[in-house]
């Protein structure tokens, strides 16, 4: 390790970090740490005296070994022959360490083995260690979320190849592969469950892993390393794309959508046009709709005055969101729509763009909201859009005068003139804001260059709170013109254009305000034209949620499976995944592409832009969209359930179009489900091999726990053994337990573990 923290003007956290020891995590699992010394870059230099280094190192460590990584360039190079034959020549020198070419790992190996016989006492530090070059948390916006999304389509991919599997369905052409028993495994159905393995799959993997290499996803290339990355995510969208739209296809085609419809003349007469084979006239052209946000195009469905809809839910626990669908060429009234689920429940919608006011290749796109209730742990649910009454109960919102409005979790008042919200309390009056105005409002900053902008954070001068050069409030009958009732009305969107000081930069903010809980949804659309410069500066936003709490409360942050506690007190920007939680716990910010947020003064801020200018001068220079959500906690969360909801954040409902038929599937199924409360499921795949299914398990809450998953009887297929095993996917010979459609394994507290059925 060359940085282990406290670098480039961050503050340490804890101790000075010796030149060897264990590290070790919250579930007590240990690892050995070599700290270079010398530092990276310190090739030889022929002629030095490179047995000093290795005497200190021995005398402060109590080992008899060093370890010297060598080579030309920047930490990327090989060594020289020049190199090569001084070391060999020095093997001959009387009174010298003895030189032996090896590696890392071989190093290790012999040190452990050192450690045991001499029973040397190596120091151990259990808290986190890197913060260094904080501004790689933020450089390269485009970059940092294609990594994040390709993260994302990949694990949905793998879930619905899964899926697809289950349901006798292949989703794209796969090569042969070797199983484990030395046999050419093959694609058999459902039967034996031997799933092949998924060469572009795999590709789609390699491709986001790649780009996680030093110095692609730091956002620290040129601009040609920015151009790559981008295209390789492009090629990892294509083919998760592929594979997702291939199975919710086919589900879409097999489903039992006629099971909802109703008892009444025009649904009867559509019964009939189904016996001609005239009911599915579905519309294809194009890209389709949302296909950035789920990784897949989405077209219109099959039927005239009944839509059907599948609705797919990536994550291992059942989900009310709100969703959006597309419908083309309709003769049916905006006004009248509802989404009819299998139950025969029909829930209101609201229509957010009308037949005529935007157009897809000559077709008459018609955008509609409804709230899809109840879809299944990592299944999904099937919804006709048709006309009707609504008669299903949902939360609804009230709106008032000035941007105010009421939930039945909230009361909230916009500031018309910024981005942020003037008040935020409970509906039984108790203040949940406490931080006076303009909660979550955006900044436009100018940092002060040090060098290496894309590396280095400098001090930020030149603030300004964006003002809102327009307000638009939609979803008020006042707004619409249109005479539907104000208590369908279950959501509202609050759009204002903000001017980015004096240049011509803008951010296009929406906030939806719905009752489904406690929290208030964004969606910013950023045209951002800033090019930083060392007399300039570094031009950047950052949005600001003030909080006026106790500064001895920890600020919590999302690692790789886990969480960290942060002292609010430090003012100091640290990397996040999905979510940041503050306020004693009781408010939490999640968001689908960001990482470097930012504790100053005791707030919390998530930087969404930074200008850097070297290597890559003009970084930042596009259109850009980001999601996020405020949650207000009515009692504080578990990590477990953090997660779960940034989770979900991350993985919206996916809404895709279905014909109209009697199918062999249900209109509604769960295929995976995890019971546990503290356990979160990260991986449902085929394995590797090709033998068998792998299942991803994560403890959050620090307690050693026993997961229970209930997987659908399609999934478990010709499976009888349950077996932990490492992440290259090899058996600890530790066994789990498979108990009909039921998978019950041990976990520690704090750690994760991986069982293959088989």
Not at 470 to 495: H, M, W
């Amino acid at each position: 390790a060359c940085r282990t923290g406290g670098g480039h003007h961050h503050p340490r956290v804890g101790e000075e970090r010796p030149p060897f020891f264990w590290w070790q995590g919250p579930d007590g699992a240990r690892v050995l740490v070599n700290r270079e010394t010398t530092w990276y870059n310190s090739y030889v230099n022929i002629g030095e005296n490179y047995a000093l280094p290795m005497v200190a190192f021995c005398k402060q460590t109590g080992l008899k070994d060093w370890l010297d990584v060598y080579g030309i360039g920047n930490h990327g190079g090989g060594p020289t022959r020049v190199e090569i034959e001084y070391f060999l020549e020095s093997r001959e020198w009387p009174c010298w360490p003895t030189v032996k070419f090896s590696t890392a790992q071989g190093w290790f190996r012999t040190a452990e083995k050192y450690i045991a016989e001499n029973k040397l006492d190596i120091p151990v530090i259990d808290h986190e260690l890197n913060y260094e070059f904080t501004g790689c948390y933020t450089s390269q916006s485009a970059i940092k979320k294609a990594n994040r999304f390709g993260e994302n389509y990949c694990v949905e991919a793998e879930g619905l190849q899964a899926i697809g599997s289950s349901i006798g369905f292949q989703p794209v052409c796969t090569e042969s592969i070797l199983g484990s028993d030395g046999a050419t495994h093959d694609q058999d159905g459902r039967g034996t469950h031997r799933l092949e393995g998924n060469a572009t799959l795999r590709e789609a993997w390699i491709n986001v892993l790649f780009n996680q290499f030093h110095d692609i996803l730091p956002g620290s290339g040129v601009a040609a390393t920015r151009d790559h990355a981008l295209g390789l995510f492009q090629e990892t969208g294509a083919i998760t794309g592929a594979i997702k739209q291939a199975v919710l296809g086919e589900i879409g085609r097999r489903v039992n959508s006629a099971q909802l419809l109703p008892d009444t003349p025009e649904a009867n007469e559509e019964r009939e046009l189904m016996k001609q084979g005239r009911a599915n006239t579905p519309f294809v052209a194009g890209a389709g709709h949302n296909a950035w946000f789920s990784g897949i195009s989405t077209t219109a469905g099959g039927g005239r005055r009944f839509l059907a809809h599948v609705v797919y839910n990536p994550c291992a626990w059942p989900r009310t969101e709100i969703v959006e669908a597309v419908l083309y060429d309709i003769d049916m009234d905006p006004e009248l729509l509802v989404a009819r689920d299998e139950t025969g429940k029909n829930y209101p919608t609201m229509v957010t763009s009308r037949p005529g006011q935007e157009w897809a290749w000559d077709h008459k796109a018609t955008r509609v909201v409804f709230i899809a209730k109840d879809v299944p742990a990592m299944g999904y649910k099937t919804f006709l859009i048709c006309e009707g009454d609504a008669d299903a109960d949902v939360p609804l919102v009230k709106p008032g005068q000035n941007e105010r409005f009421e939930t039945p979790h909230l009361r909230l008042q916009f500031d018309r003139y910024s981005a942020g919200m003037l008040q935020i309390e409970k509906p039984d009056g108790t203040d949940m804001s406490l931080y006076g105005a303009d909660f979550g409002s955006w900044n436009y900053v100018i940092e002060n260059s040090r060098g290496m902008t894309s590396w280095v954070l400098g001090d930020l001068s030149n603030e300004q709170q964006l003002k809102a050069s327009g307000v638009q409030v939609r979803g008020d009958v006042r707004n619409e013109g249109n005479d539907t009732p104000l208590g369908s009305r279950f959501a509202y969107t609050i759009k204002r254009n903000l001017r980015v000081a004096d240049t011509k930069s803008q951010v296009d903010l929406t906030a939806l305000v719905h009752g489904l809980a406690p929290r208030i949804d964004f969606e910013a659309s950023i045209d951002w034209r800033e090019i930083g410069s060392d007399e300039d500066g570094i031009p950047g936003l950052y949005i600001e949620f003030d909080d006026d709490g106790d500064n001895s409360e920890d600020r919590i942050f999302e690692t790789p499976f886990g969480s960290v506690r942060r002292p609010a007190y430090e003012d100091r920007e640290v990397p996040t995944l999905r979510y940041a939680s503050f306020g004693d716990g009781r408010i939490t910010v999640f968001q689908d592409c960001k990482y470097g947020h930012q504790i100053r003064n005791g707030s919390v801020s998530t930087r969404v832009v930074r200008s850097s200018f070297d290597p890559d001068h003009a970084p930042e220079v596009a259109k850009s969209t980001l999601r996020y959500s405020i949650v207000f906690h009515k009692e504080t969360p578990t990590p477990a359930e953090l997660t779960r909801i940034g989770a979900a954040w991350n993985h919206p409902l996916i809404v895709v179009a279905a014909t109209l038929q009697e199918g062999d599937l249900p209109a509604s199924k769960s295929f995976v489900e995890v019971k546990s409360e503290g356990i979160v499921l990260t991986t449902v795949k085929s394995a590797e091999d090709g033998n068998g299914l792998i299942v991803r398990l994560v403890e959050y809450d620090g307690q050693d726990s026993e997961a229970e998953v209930v997987l659908a009887p399609e999934m478990v297929e010709g499976f009888t053994k349950a077996e932990l095993c490492d992440l290259m996917e090899r058996a600890t010979g530790e066994s789990a337990t498979l108990n009909g459609t039921v998978v019950i394994a041990r976990i520690k507290a704090n750690s994760f573990v991986t069982v293959r059925l088989s």
